[in-house]
């Protein structure tokens, strides 16, 4: 079984090792090995579109995951007082949300978008006083924030909506009785009790959306993130500089791991010491 | 360029440039401690790209994007151009024509430069994606030093929408060490068939639908460019009976060639030289019953977002010496004579680069028809999803 | 304010979005779906059915993934379900939570940058050279649809491992001790209690492994050479090649269609065999 159970994990990062070992290769082509550097860390620290295509993914996996945390908890504790047919219609939207595979999500957007960017474009230029300066819509940011949390969103509304489904009513009911507003109950008593659920639904929210490839692919437009920068290194030909940026985001995420591991094991401590 | 007196180091004036792009000092600053004059002298002899002082003048912005084909470039090149404008060059790299037109089609493709082949350009005209040269702003452009018959379909209806890149040819490059008995396959006929028995996972083929079911119809005698029904169904029937046989469908074909995981792939010129130079037993082959000939240009996509940065990178890379090193890097021949002049006599001699007359002749141009056939396109992708 | 009032507004926000970025969308993707090919590419509006008449052009991309899909799930199943049990089970405690962790860390680089790892271990200067080197022959890996199944199982186990752990860890380590007290063999105990108690995650796994790789894109295009396509290649290739967006607009209905009709069968299958086995453990 424990013999099983470190060839599993040998599976699962023998390809990690594969990409941290290149990422110290001197030479420029990925798959031969010439000798020891960290010029390709350099490289990519100092490469403008690295970190453009990273502050671009962390901008929109942020406001994508805000905005889907806030309408998907909002949506969650409103259905708790839906039955019948609303209900049935917005559980089916969920289940579609969920269902379609990202690669038609990102394609249907496209073309919904583009089309309706050719139709309303005109419009707004004849409206505009001088036709010239009239803003065009096109795909970007925006259209991109737009398909992550309408996905995202979905997931956070089922996380919120199982939380809140466990949640002890006859507290808000006490709330309710002292004469607490519907919002102070709200903010004191629900938002408490749910509120893990809605962390686990964001950091999810915003994990989807920063990893993303495919339905970026489509709707970015002009934007590059990181995994479509990634994607296009990789087609350029590999250098050791792609193994460097995934060698850094995964250090990255580990550190930020053991450290909330150690805080949430000190308050643990705390707790009980 | 005469103006030498008030000469400051490179290296002071790279300080500067970084210190002005970094925000740190004004433009007048800049431009009073450097000498405009001083800057162009200082750079005109670093980079021959640079002669002209339009670029120092006009603030190009941080970036350019340049949408072109795989190992297409010096990336010394682009170096270059970055460290002595500020522009800093995202390299997209496309594998075939339909792609580059897929991606124009969709809008908003970010693009400042791209690198279209002759037979699309009509294209690219007709659906109002690419921008008409403003040729003033390209002086190191000589349409006189240009061979027309590879710069002159970048001019649609007396307007030039593009200018020569590189010119080249379409072949196949086989790896010597790997024939065992067979002999050095010379047609496309062999090409097929050697892939088809003791080439069996070893052979690529583009990702492309004009090379790939253009070599096809090549093995049957076909035109390159045929769109006849019956002629592209015998095409289909040979690429499907050879898929199995594939090691991949991949435009870029050089890590799994230099690998020795692919013995045999179709292959354009530069990637035939850049292969052969490191690896002599990796020869190119032009197949004797023709095939692909064509030239490559700059052109500028509709809507660009960086124009004068679009318009500077080009400009740099037709300098004739920049043009001369991208072309002893990747091995494609151009079509300008000023750049000839500067390239060693066994380049001008390389039979890679610029094949026998007989071999030459049998070549054709691409045909526009073939870019929007929807039968060849549609052939392409069952092919490839068989 | 009333109850009803506080509701709507509640959920607007949701459900305009829902509107706007899902139905919308898919709306003009089904509209499309009877439309023609402009002449260079792109949509032009008609009414035919051809688009569909045309779907068995791209039966080998549809049959490859309903081949590839359940394999590439079935295959995360059989490797995910005993490192599960050991982590829920056998493991000591004081380790469980670094070794959970290290299966989920590699998630977090980027599945491009793995995949790519994976042509360079499946080439030929990797695993083959390996296995020729010891003289077992010379296989061909890379560009097969064995190195395709072997990078989606690669690049979703950790998606499986979660949820089955989560349903074993909830296992009540007495109830093991009592039918082993009873004279039960191990086996038995596992069929009889382990194994009905895991059905929840085992089908929550499945589900969500199979979902992922319906739709999927990369692995096969970066392990697959061009040679071995998924319905997701076929969509990426009409509209980013082709550019017959009709077409690709019918690839998608179809897809949506066949997802809809597998995962609500396997949804209604799922929780009548786990329903019926409840009682049995129960009993």
Same mark, same amino acid.
């Given at each position: #079984?424990?013999?099983?159970?470190?060839?599993?994990?040998?599976?699962?990062?023998?390809?990690?090792?594969?990409? %941290?070992?290149?990422?110290?290769?001197?030479?420029?082509?990925?798959?031969?090995?010439?000798?020891?550097?960290?010029?390709?860390?350099?490289?990519?620290?100092?490469?403008?579109?690295?970190?453009?295509?990273?502050?671009?993914?962390?901008?929109?996996?942020?406001?994508?995951?805000?905005?889907?945390?806030?309408?998907?908890?909002?949506?969650?504790?409103?259905?708790?007082?839906?039955?019948?047919?609303?209900?049935?219609?917005?559980?089916?939207?969920?289940?579609?949300?969920?269902?379609?595979?990202?690669?038609?999500?990102?394609?249907?957007?496209?073309?919904?978008?583009?089309?309706?960017?050719?139709?309303?474009?005109?419009?707004?230029?004849?409206?505009?006083?001088?036709?010239?300066?009239?803003?065009?819509?096109?795909?970007?940011?925006?259209?991109?924030?737009?398909?992550?949390?309408?996905?995202?969103?979905?997931?956070?509304?089922?996380?919120?909506?199982?939380?809140?489904?466990?949640?002890?009513?006859?507290?808000?009911?006490?709330?309710?009785?002292?004469?607490?507003?519907?919002? =102070?109950?709200?903010?004191?008593?629900?938002?408490?009790?749910?509120?893990?659920?809605?962390? %686990? =639904?964001?950091?999810?929210?915003?994990?989807?959306?920063?990893?993303?490839?495919?339905?970026?692919?489509?709707?970015?437009?002009?934007?590059?993130?990181?995994?479509?920068?990634?994607?296009?290194?990789?087609?350029?030909?590999?250098?050791?500089?792609?193994?460097?940026?995934?060698?850094?985001?995964?250090?990255?995420?580990?550190?930020?791991?053991?450290?909330?591991?150690?805080?949430?094991?000190?308050? !643990?401590?705390?707790?009980?010491? | 360029?005469?103006?030498?007196?008030?000469? &400051?180091?490179?290296?002071?004036?790279?300080?500067?440039?970084?210190?002005?792009?970094?925000?740190?000092?004004?433009?007048?600053?800049?431009?009073?401690?450097?000498?405009?004059?001083?800057?162009?002298?200082?750079?005109?002899?670093?980079?021959?790209?640079?002669?002209?002082?339009?670029?120092?003048?006009?603030?190009?912005?941080?970036?350019?994007?340049?949408?072109?084909?795989?190992?297409?470039?010096? $990336?010394?090149?682009?170096?270059?151009?970055?460290?002595?404008?500020?522009?800093?060059?995202?390299?997209?790299?496309?594998?075939?024509?339909?792609?580059?037109?897929?991606?124009?089609?969709?809008?908003?493709?970010?693009?400042?430069?791209?690198?279209?082949?002759?037979?699309?350009?009509?294209?690219?005209?007709?659906?109002?994606?690419?921008?008409?040269?403003?040729?003033?702003?390209?002086?190191?452009?000589?349409?006189?030093?240009?061979?027309?018959?590879?710069?002159?379909?970048?001019?649609?209806?007396?307007?030039?929408?593009?200018?020569?890149?590189?010119?080249?040819?379409?072949?196949?490059?086989?790896?010597?060490?790997?024939? =065992?008995?067979?002999?050095?396959?010379?047609?496309?006929?062999?090409?097929?068939?050697?892939?088809?028995?003791?080439?069996?996972?070893?052979?690529?083929?583009?990702?492309?639908?004009?090379?790939?079911?253009?070599?096809?119809?090549?093995?049957?005698?076909?035109?390159?460019?045929?769109?006849?029904?019956?002629?592209?169904?015998?095409?289909?029937?040979?690429?499907?009976?050879?898929?199995?046989?594939?090691?991949?469908?991949?435009?870029?074909?050089?890590?799994?060639? @230099?690998?020795?995981?692919?013995? #045999?792939?179709?292959?354009?010129?530069?990637?035939?030289?850049?292969?052969?130079?490191?690896?002599?037993?990796?020869?190119?082959?032009?197949?004797?019953?023709?095939?692909?000939?064509?030239?490559?240009?700059?052109?500028?996509?509709?809507?660009?977002?960086?124009?004068?940065?679009?318009?500077?990178?080009?400009?740099?890379?037709?300098?004739?010496?920049?043009?001369?090193?991208?072309?002893?890097?990747?091995?494609?021949?151009?079509?300008?004579?000023?750049?000839?002049?500067?390239?060693? %006599?066994?380049?001008?001699?390389?039979?890679?680069?610029?094949?026998?007359?007989?071999?030459?002749?049998?070549?054709?141009?691409?045909?526009?028809?073939?870019?929007?056939?929807?039968?060849?396109?549609?052939?392409?992708?069952?092919?490839?999803?068989? | 304010?009333?109850? @009803?009032? @506080?509701?709507?507004?509640?959920?607007?926000?949701?459900?305009?979005?829902?509107?706007?970025?899902?139905?919308?969308?898919?709306?003009?993707?089904?509209?499309?779906?009877?439309?023609?090919?402009?002449?260079?590419?792109?949509?032009?509006?008609?009414?035919?059915?051809?688009?569909?008449?045309?779907?068995?052009?791209?039966?080998?991309?549809?049959?490859?993934?309903?081949?590839?899909? $359940?394999?590439?799930?079935?295959?995360?199943?059989? &490797?995910?379900?005993?490192?599960?049990?050991?982590?829920?089970?056998?493991?000591?405690?004081?380790?469980?939570?670094?070794?959970?962790?290290?299966?989920?860390?590699?998630?977090?680089?980027?599945?491009?940058?793995?995949?790519?790892?994976?042509?360079?271990?499946?080439?030929?200067?990797?695993?083959?050279?390996?296995?020729?080197?010891?003289?077992?022959?010379?296989?061909?890996?890379?560009?097969?649809?064995?190195?395709?199944?072997?990078?989606?199982?690669?690049?979703?186990?950790?998606?499986?491992?979660?949820?089955?752990?989560?349903?074993?860890?909830?296992?009540?380590?007495?109830?093991?001790?009592?039918?082993?007290?009873?004279?039960?063999? $191990?086996?038995?105990?596992?069929?009889?209690?382990?194994?009905?108690?895991?059905?929840?995650?085992?089908?929550?796994?499945?589900?969500?492994?199979?979902?992922?790789?319906?739709?999927?894109?990369?692995?096969?295009?970066?392990?697959?050479?061009?040679?071995?396509?998924?319905?997701?290649?076929?969509?990426?290739?009409?509209?980013?090649?082709? !550019?017959?967006?009709?077409?690709?607009?019918?690839?998608?209905?179809?897809?949506?269609?066949?997802?809809?009709?597998?995962?609500?069968?396997?949804? @209604?299958?799922?929780?009548?065999?786990?329903?019926?086995?409840?009682?049995?453990?129960?009993?």
């Amino acid at each position: #079984m424990r013999f099983y159970a470190i060839a599993v994990y040998l599976f699962l990062y023998i390809p990690i090792g594969v990409i %941290a070992v290149f990422s110290f290769n001197a030479g420029r082509y990925a798959a031969q090995l010439q000798g020891f550097s960290t010029q390709w860390y350099g490289k990519a620290l100092s490469n403008p579109f690295v970190m453009e295509a990273l502050q671009t993914s962390a901008t929109v996996a942020a406001m994508s995951a805000t905005l889907a945390t806030v309408a998907g908890t909002l949506a969650a504790l409103a259905l708790q007082g839906v039955t019948g047919k609303p209900r049935m219609i917005f559980d089916a939207l969920l289940y579609v949300a969920v269902m379609v595979p990202g690669i038609v999500i990102g394609i249907s957007t496209l073309i919904a978008l583009v089309t309706l960017f050719d139709w309303l474009n005109p419009m707004i230029a004849a409206l505009w006083p001088v036709a010239e300066n009239a803003p065009k819509l096109q795909m970007g940011k925006g259209s991109l924030i737009a398909a992550h949390g309408m996905f995202t969103m979905a997931l956070v509304v089922i996380i919120v909506r199982a939380r809140v489904a466990g949640m002890d009513r006859s507290l808000m009911e006490a709330s309710a009785d002292l004469g607490a507003t519907p919002f =102070g109950t709200f903010r004191q008593v629900t938002l408490p009790q749910i509120f893990p659920a809605i962390l %686990a =639904g964001f950091l999810l929210a915003f994990t989807f959306s920063f990893d993303d490839f495919i339905i970026a692919f489509f709707v970015a437009g002009s934007e590059t993130t990181l995994p479509i920068y990634v994607f296009s290194s990789i087609r350029r030909g590999v250098t050791p500089e792609i193994n460097a940026i995934g060698t850094m985001v995964l250090a990255a995420s580990l550190l930020i791991l053991i450290i909330a591991q150690s805080i949430l094991q000190r308050d !643990r401590r705390a707790k009980t010491g | 360029m005469t103006n030498r007196n008030d000469f &400051i180091s490179r290296e002071k004036f790279m300080a500067e440039l970084y210190r002005y792009k970094k925000g740190s000092v004004t433009r007048r600053y800049f431009l009073g401690v450097t000498g405009l004059g001083a800057a162009t002298a200082v750079l005109g002899s670093a980079m021959p790209g640079l002669q002209s002082a339009a670029w120092a003048q006009a603030n190009i912005g941080d970036r350019v994007v340049l949408a072109t084909w795989p190992n297409y470039h010096d $990336p010394a090149n682009f170096e270059a151009f970055t460290a002595a404008t500020g522009a800093a060059v995202d390299v997209n790299v496309f594998g075939s024509n339909e792609e580059m037109l897929a991606k124009l089609q969709a809008g908003g493709s970010g693009w400042d430069v791209f690198v279209p082949t002759n037979y699309t350009i009509t294209t690219y005209v007709g659906e109002d994606l690419i921008e008409p040269l403003d040729l003033s702003k390209i002086a190191n452009y000589d349409a006189a030093s240009y061979n027309q018959r590879f710069a002159g379909p970048g001019t649609v209806d007396g307007t030039v929408y593009a200018v020569p890149k590189n010119w080249g040819t379409t072949g196949f490059a086989v790896n010597t060490a790997q024939l =065992g008995s067979n002999p050095k396959p010379t047609t496309w006929k062999e090409f097929w068939d050697m892939t088809m028995a003791d080439f069996s996972g070893r052979t690529m083929v583009h990702d492309y639908q004009l090379t790939t079911i253009g070599n096809a119809l090549k093995y049957f005698g076909y035109s390159f460019n045929s769109v006849d029904t019956a002629e592209l169904a015998e095409a289909e029937k040979l690429l499907i009976d050879a898929k199995p046989h594939l090691f991949a469908i991949n435009s870029d074909y050089q890590p799994s060639m @230099r690998s020795g995981d692919a013995w #045999m792939t179709i292959c354009w010129t530069g990637d035939g030289k850049q292969m052969n130079r490191d690896m002599p037993e990796i020869e190119y082959v032009l197949g004797k019953e023709g095939g692909e000939l064509w030239s490559d240009f700059y052109a500028i996509p509709k809507g660009a977002p960086h124009m004068d940065a679009a318009y500077a990178l080009i400009n740099f890379l037709l300098d004739p010496a920049v043009n001369a090193k991208e072309s002893l890097f990747h091995g494609y021949p151009t079509a300008d004579a000023r750049v000839d002049a500067l390239l060693p %006599a066994e380049v001008l001699n390389d039979p890679i680069l610029y094949p026998a007359q007989e071999l030459l002749d049998a070549l054709e141009f691409g045909a526009a028809v073939t870019l929007t056939d929807p039968n060849r396109a549609e052939l392409m992708a069952r092919f490839k999803s068989a | 304010m009333s109850t @009803r009032l @506080r509701t709507s507004l509640l959920l607007a926000p949701a459900t305009a979005w829902l509107l706007a970025m899902l139905v919308l969308p898919l709306v003009v993707v089904a509209v499309f779906s009877f439309g023609e090919r402009a002449a260079a590419g792109g949509y032009s509006a008609a009414f035919t059915l051809e688009n569909f008449a045309n779907l068995g052009a791209r039966w080998a991309a549809f049959k490859n993934t309903l081949m590839l899909a $359940p394999a590439g799930t079935l295959m995360c199943l059989i &490797i995910a379900y005993p490192l599960a049990y050991y982590l829920a089970v056998k493991v000591d405690p004081k380790w469980r939570t670094l070794l959970l962790i290290l299966v989920i860390v590699p998630f977090w680089t980027s599945i491009l940058i793995r995949s790519y790892a994976w042509i360079y271990l499946l080439g030929g200067q990797g695993i083959p050279k390996l296995i020729s080197t010891l003289g077992f022959g010379n296989p061909r890996l890379i560009n097969t649809p064995f190195a395709v199944l072997i990078g989606i199982t690669y690049g979703y186990l950790p998606l499986m491992v979660f949820p089955i752990y989560v349903s074993l860890e909830r296992l009540d380590k007495r109830l093991l001790e009592a039918s082993a007290d009873l004279g039960s063999p $191990p086996w038995r105990s596992f069929l009889q209690v382990t194994l009905p108690l895991s059905t929840p995650g085992v089908a929550t796994g499945c589900m969500l492994v199979f979902i992922l790789l319906m739709g999927e894109f990369l692995i096969p295009a970066m392990l697959g050479g061009g040679k071995v396509f998924f319905v997701g290649n076929a969509l990426v290739d009409l509209f980013l090649q082709s !550019r017959n967006w009709p077409y690709g607009a019918a690839v998608a209905v179809a897809l949506v269609v066949i997802m809809l009709v597998t995962v609500t069968a396997y949804m @209604r299958f799922t929780r009548r065999w786990a329903g019926g086995r409840d009682d049995v453990s129960l009993m």
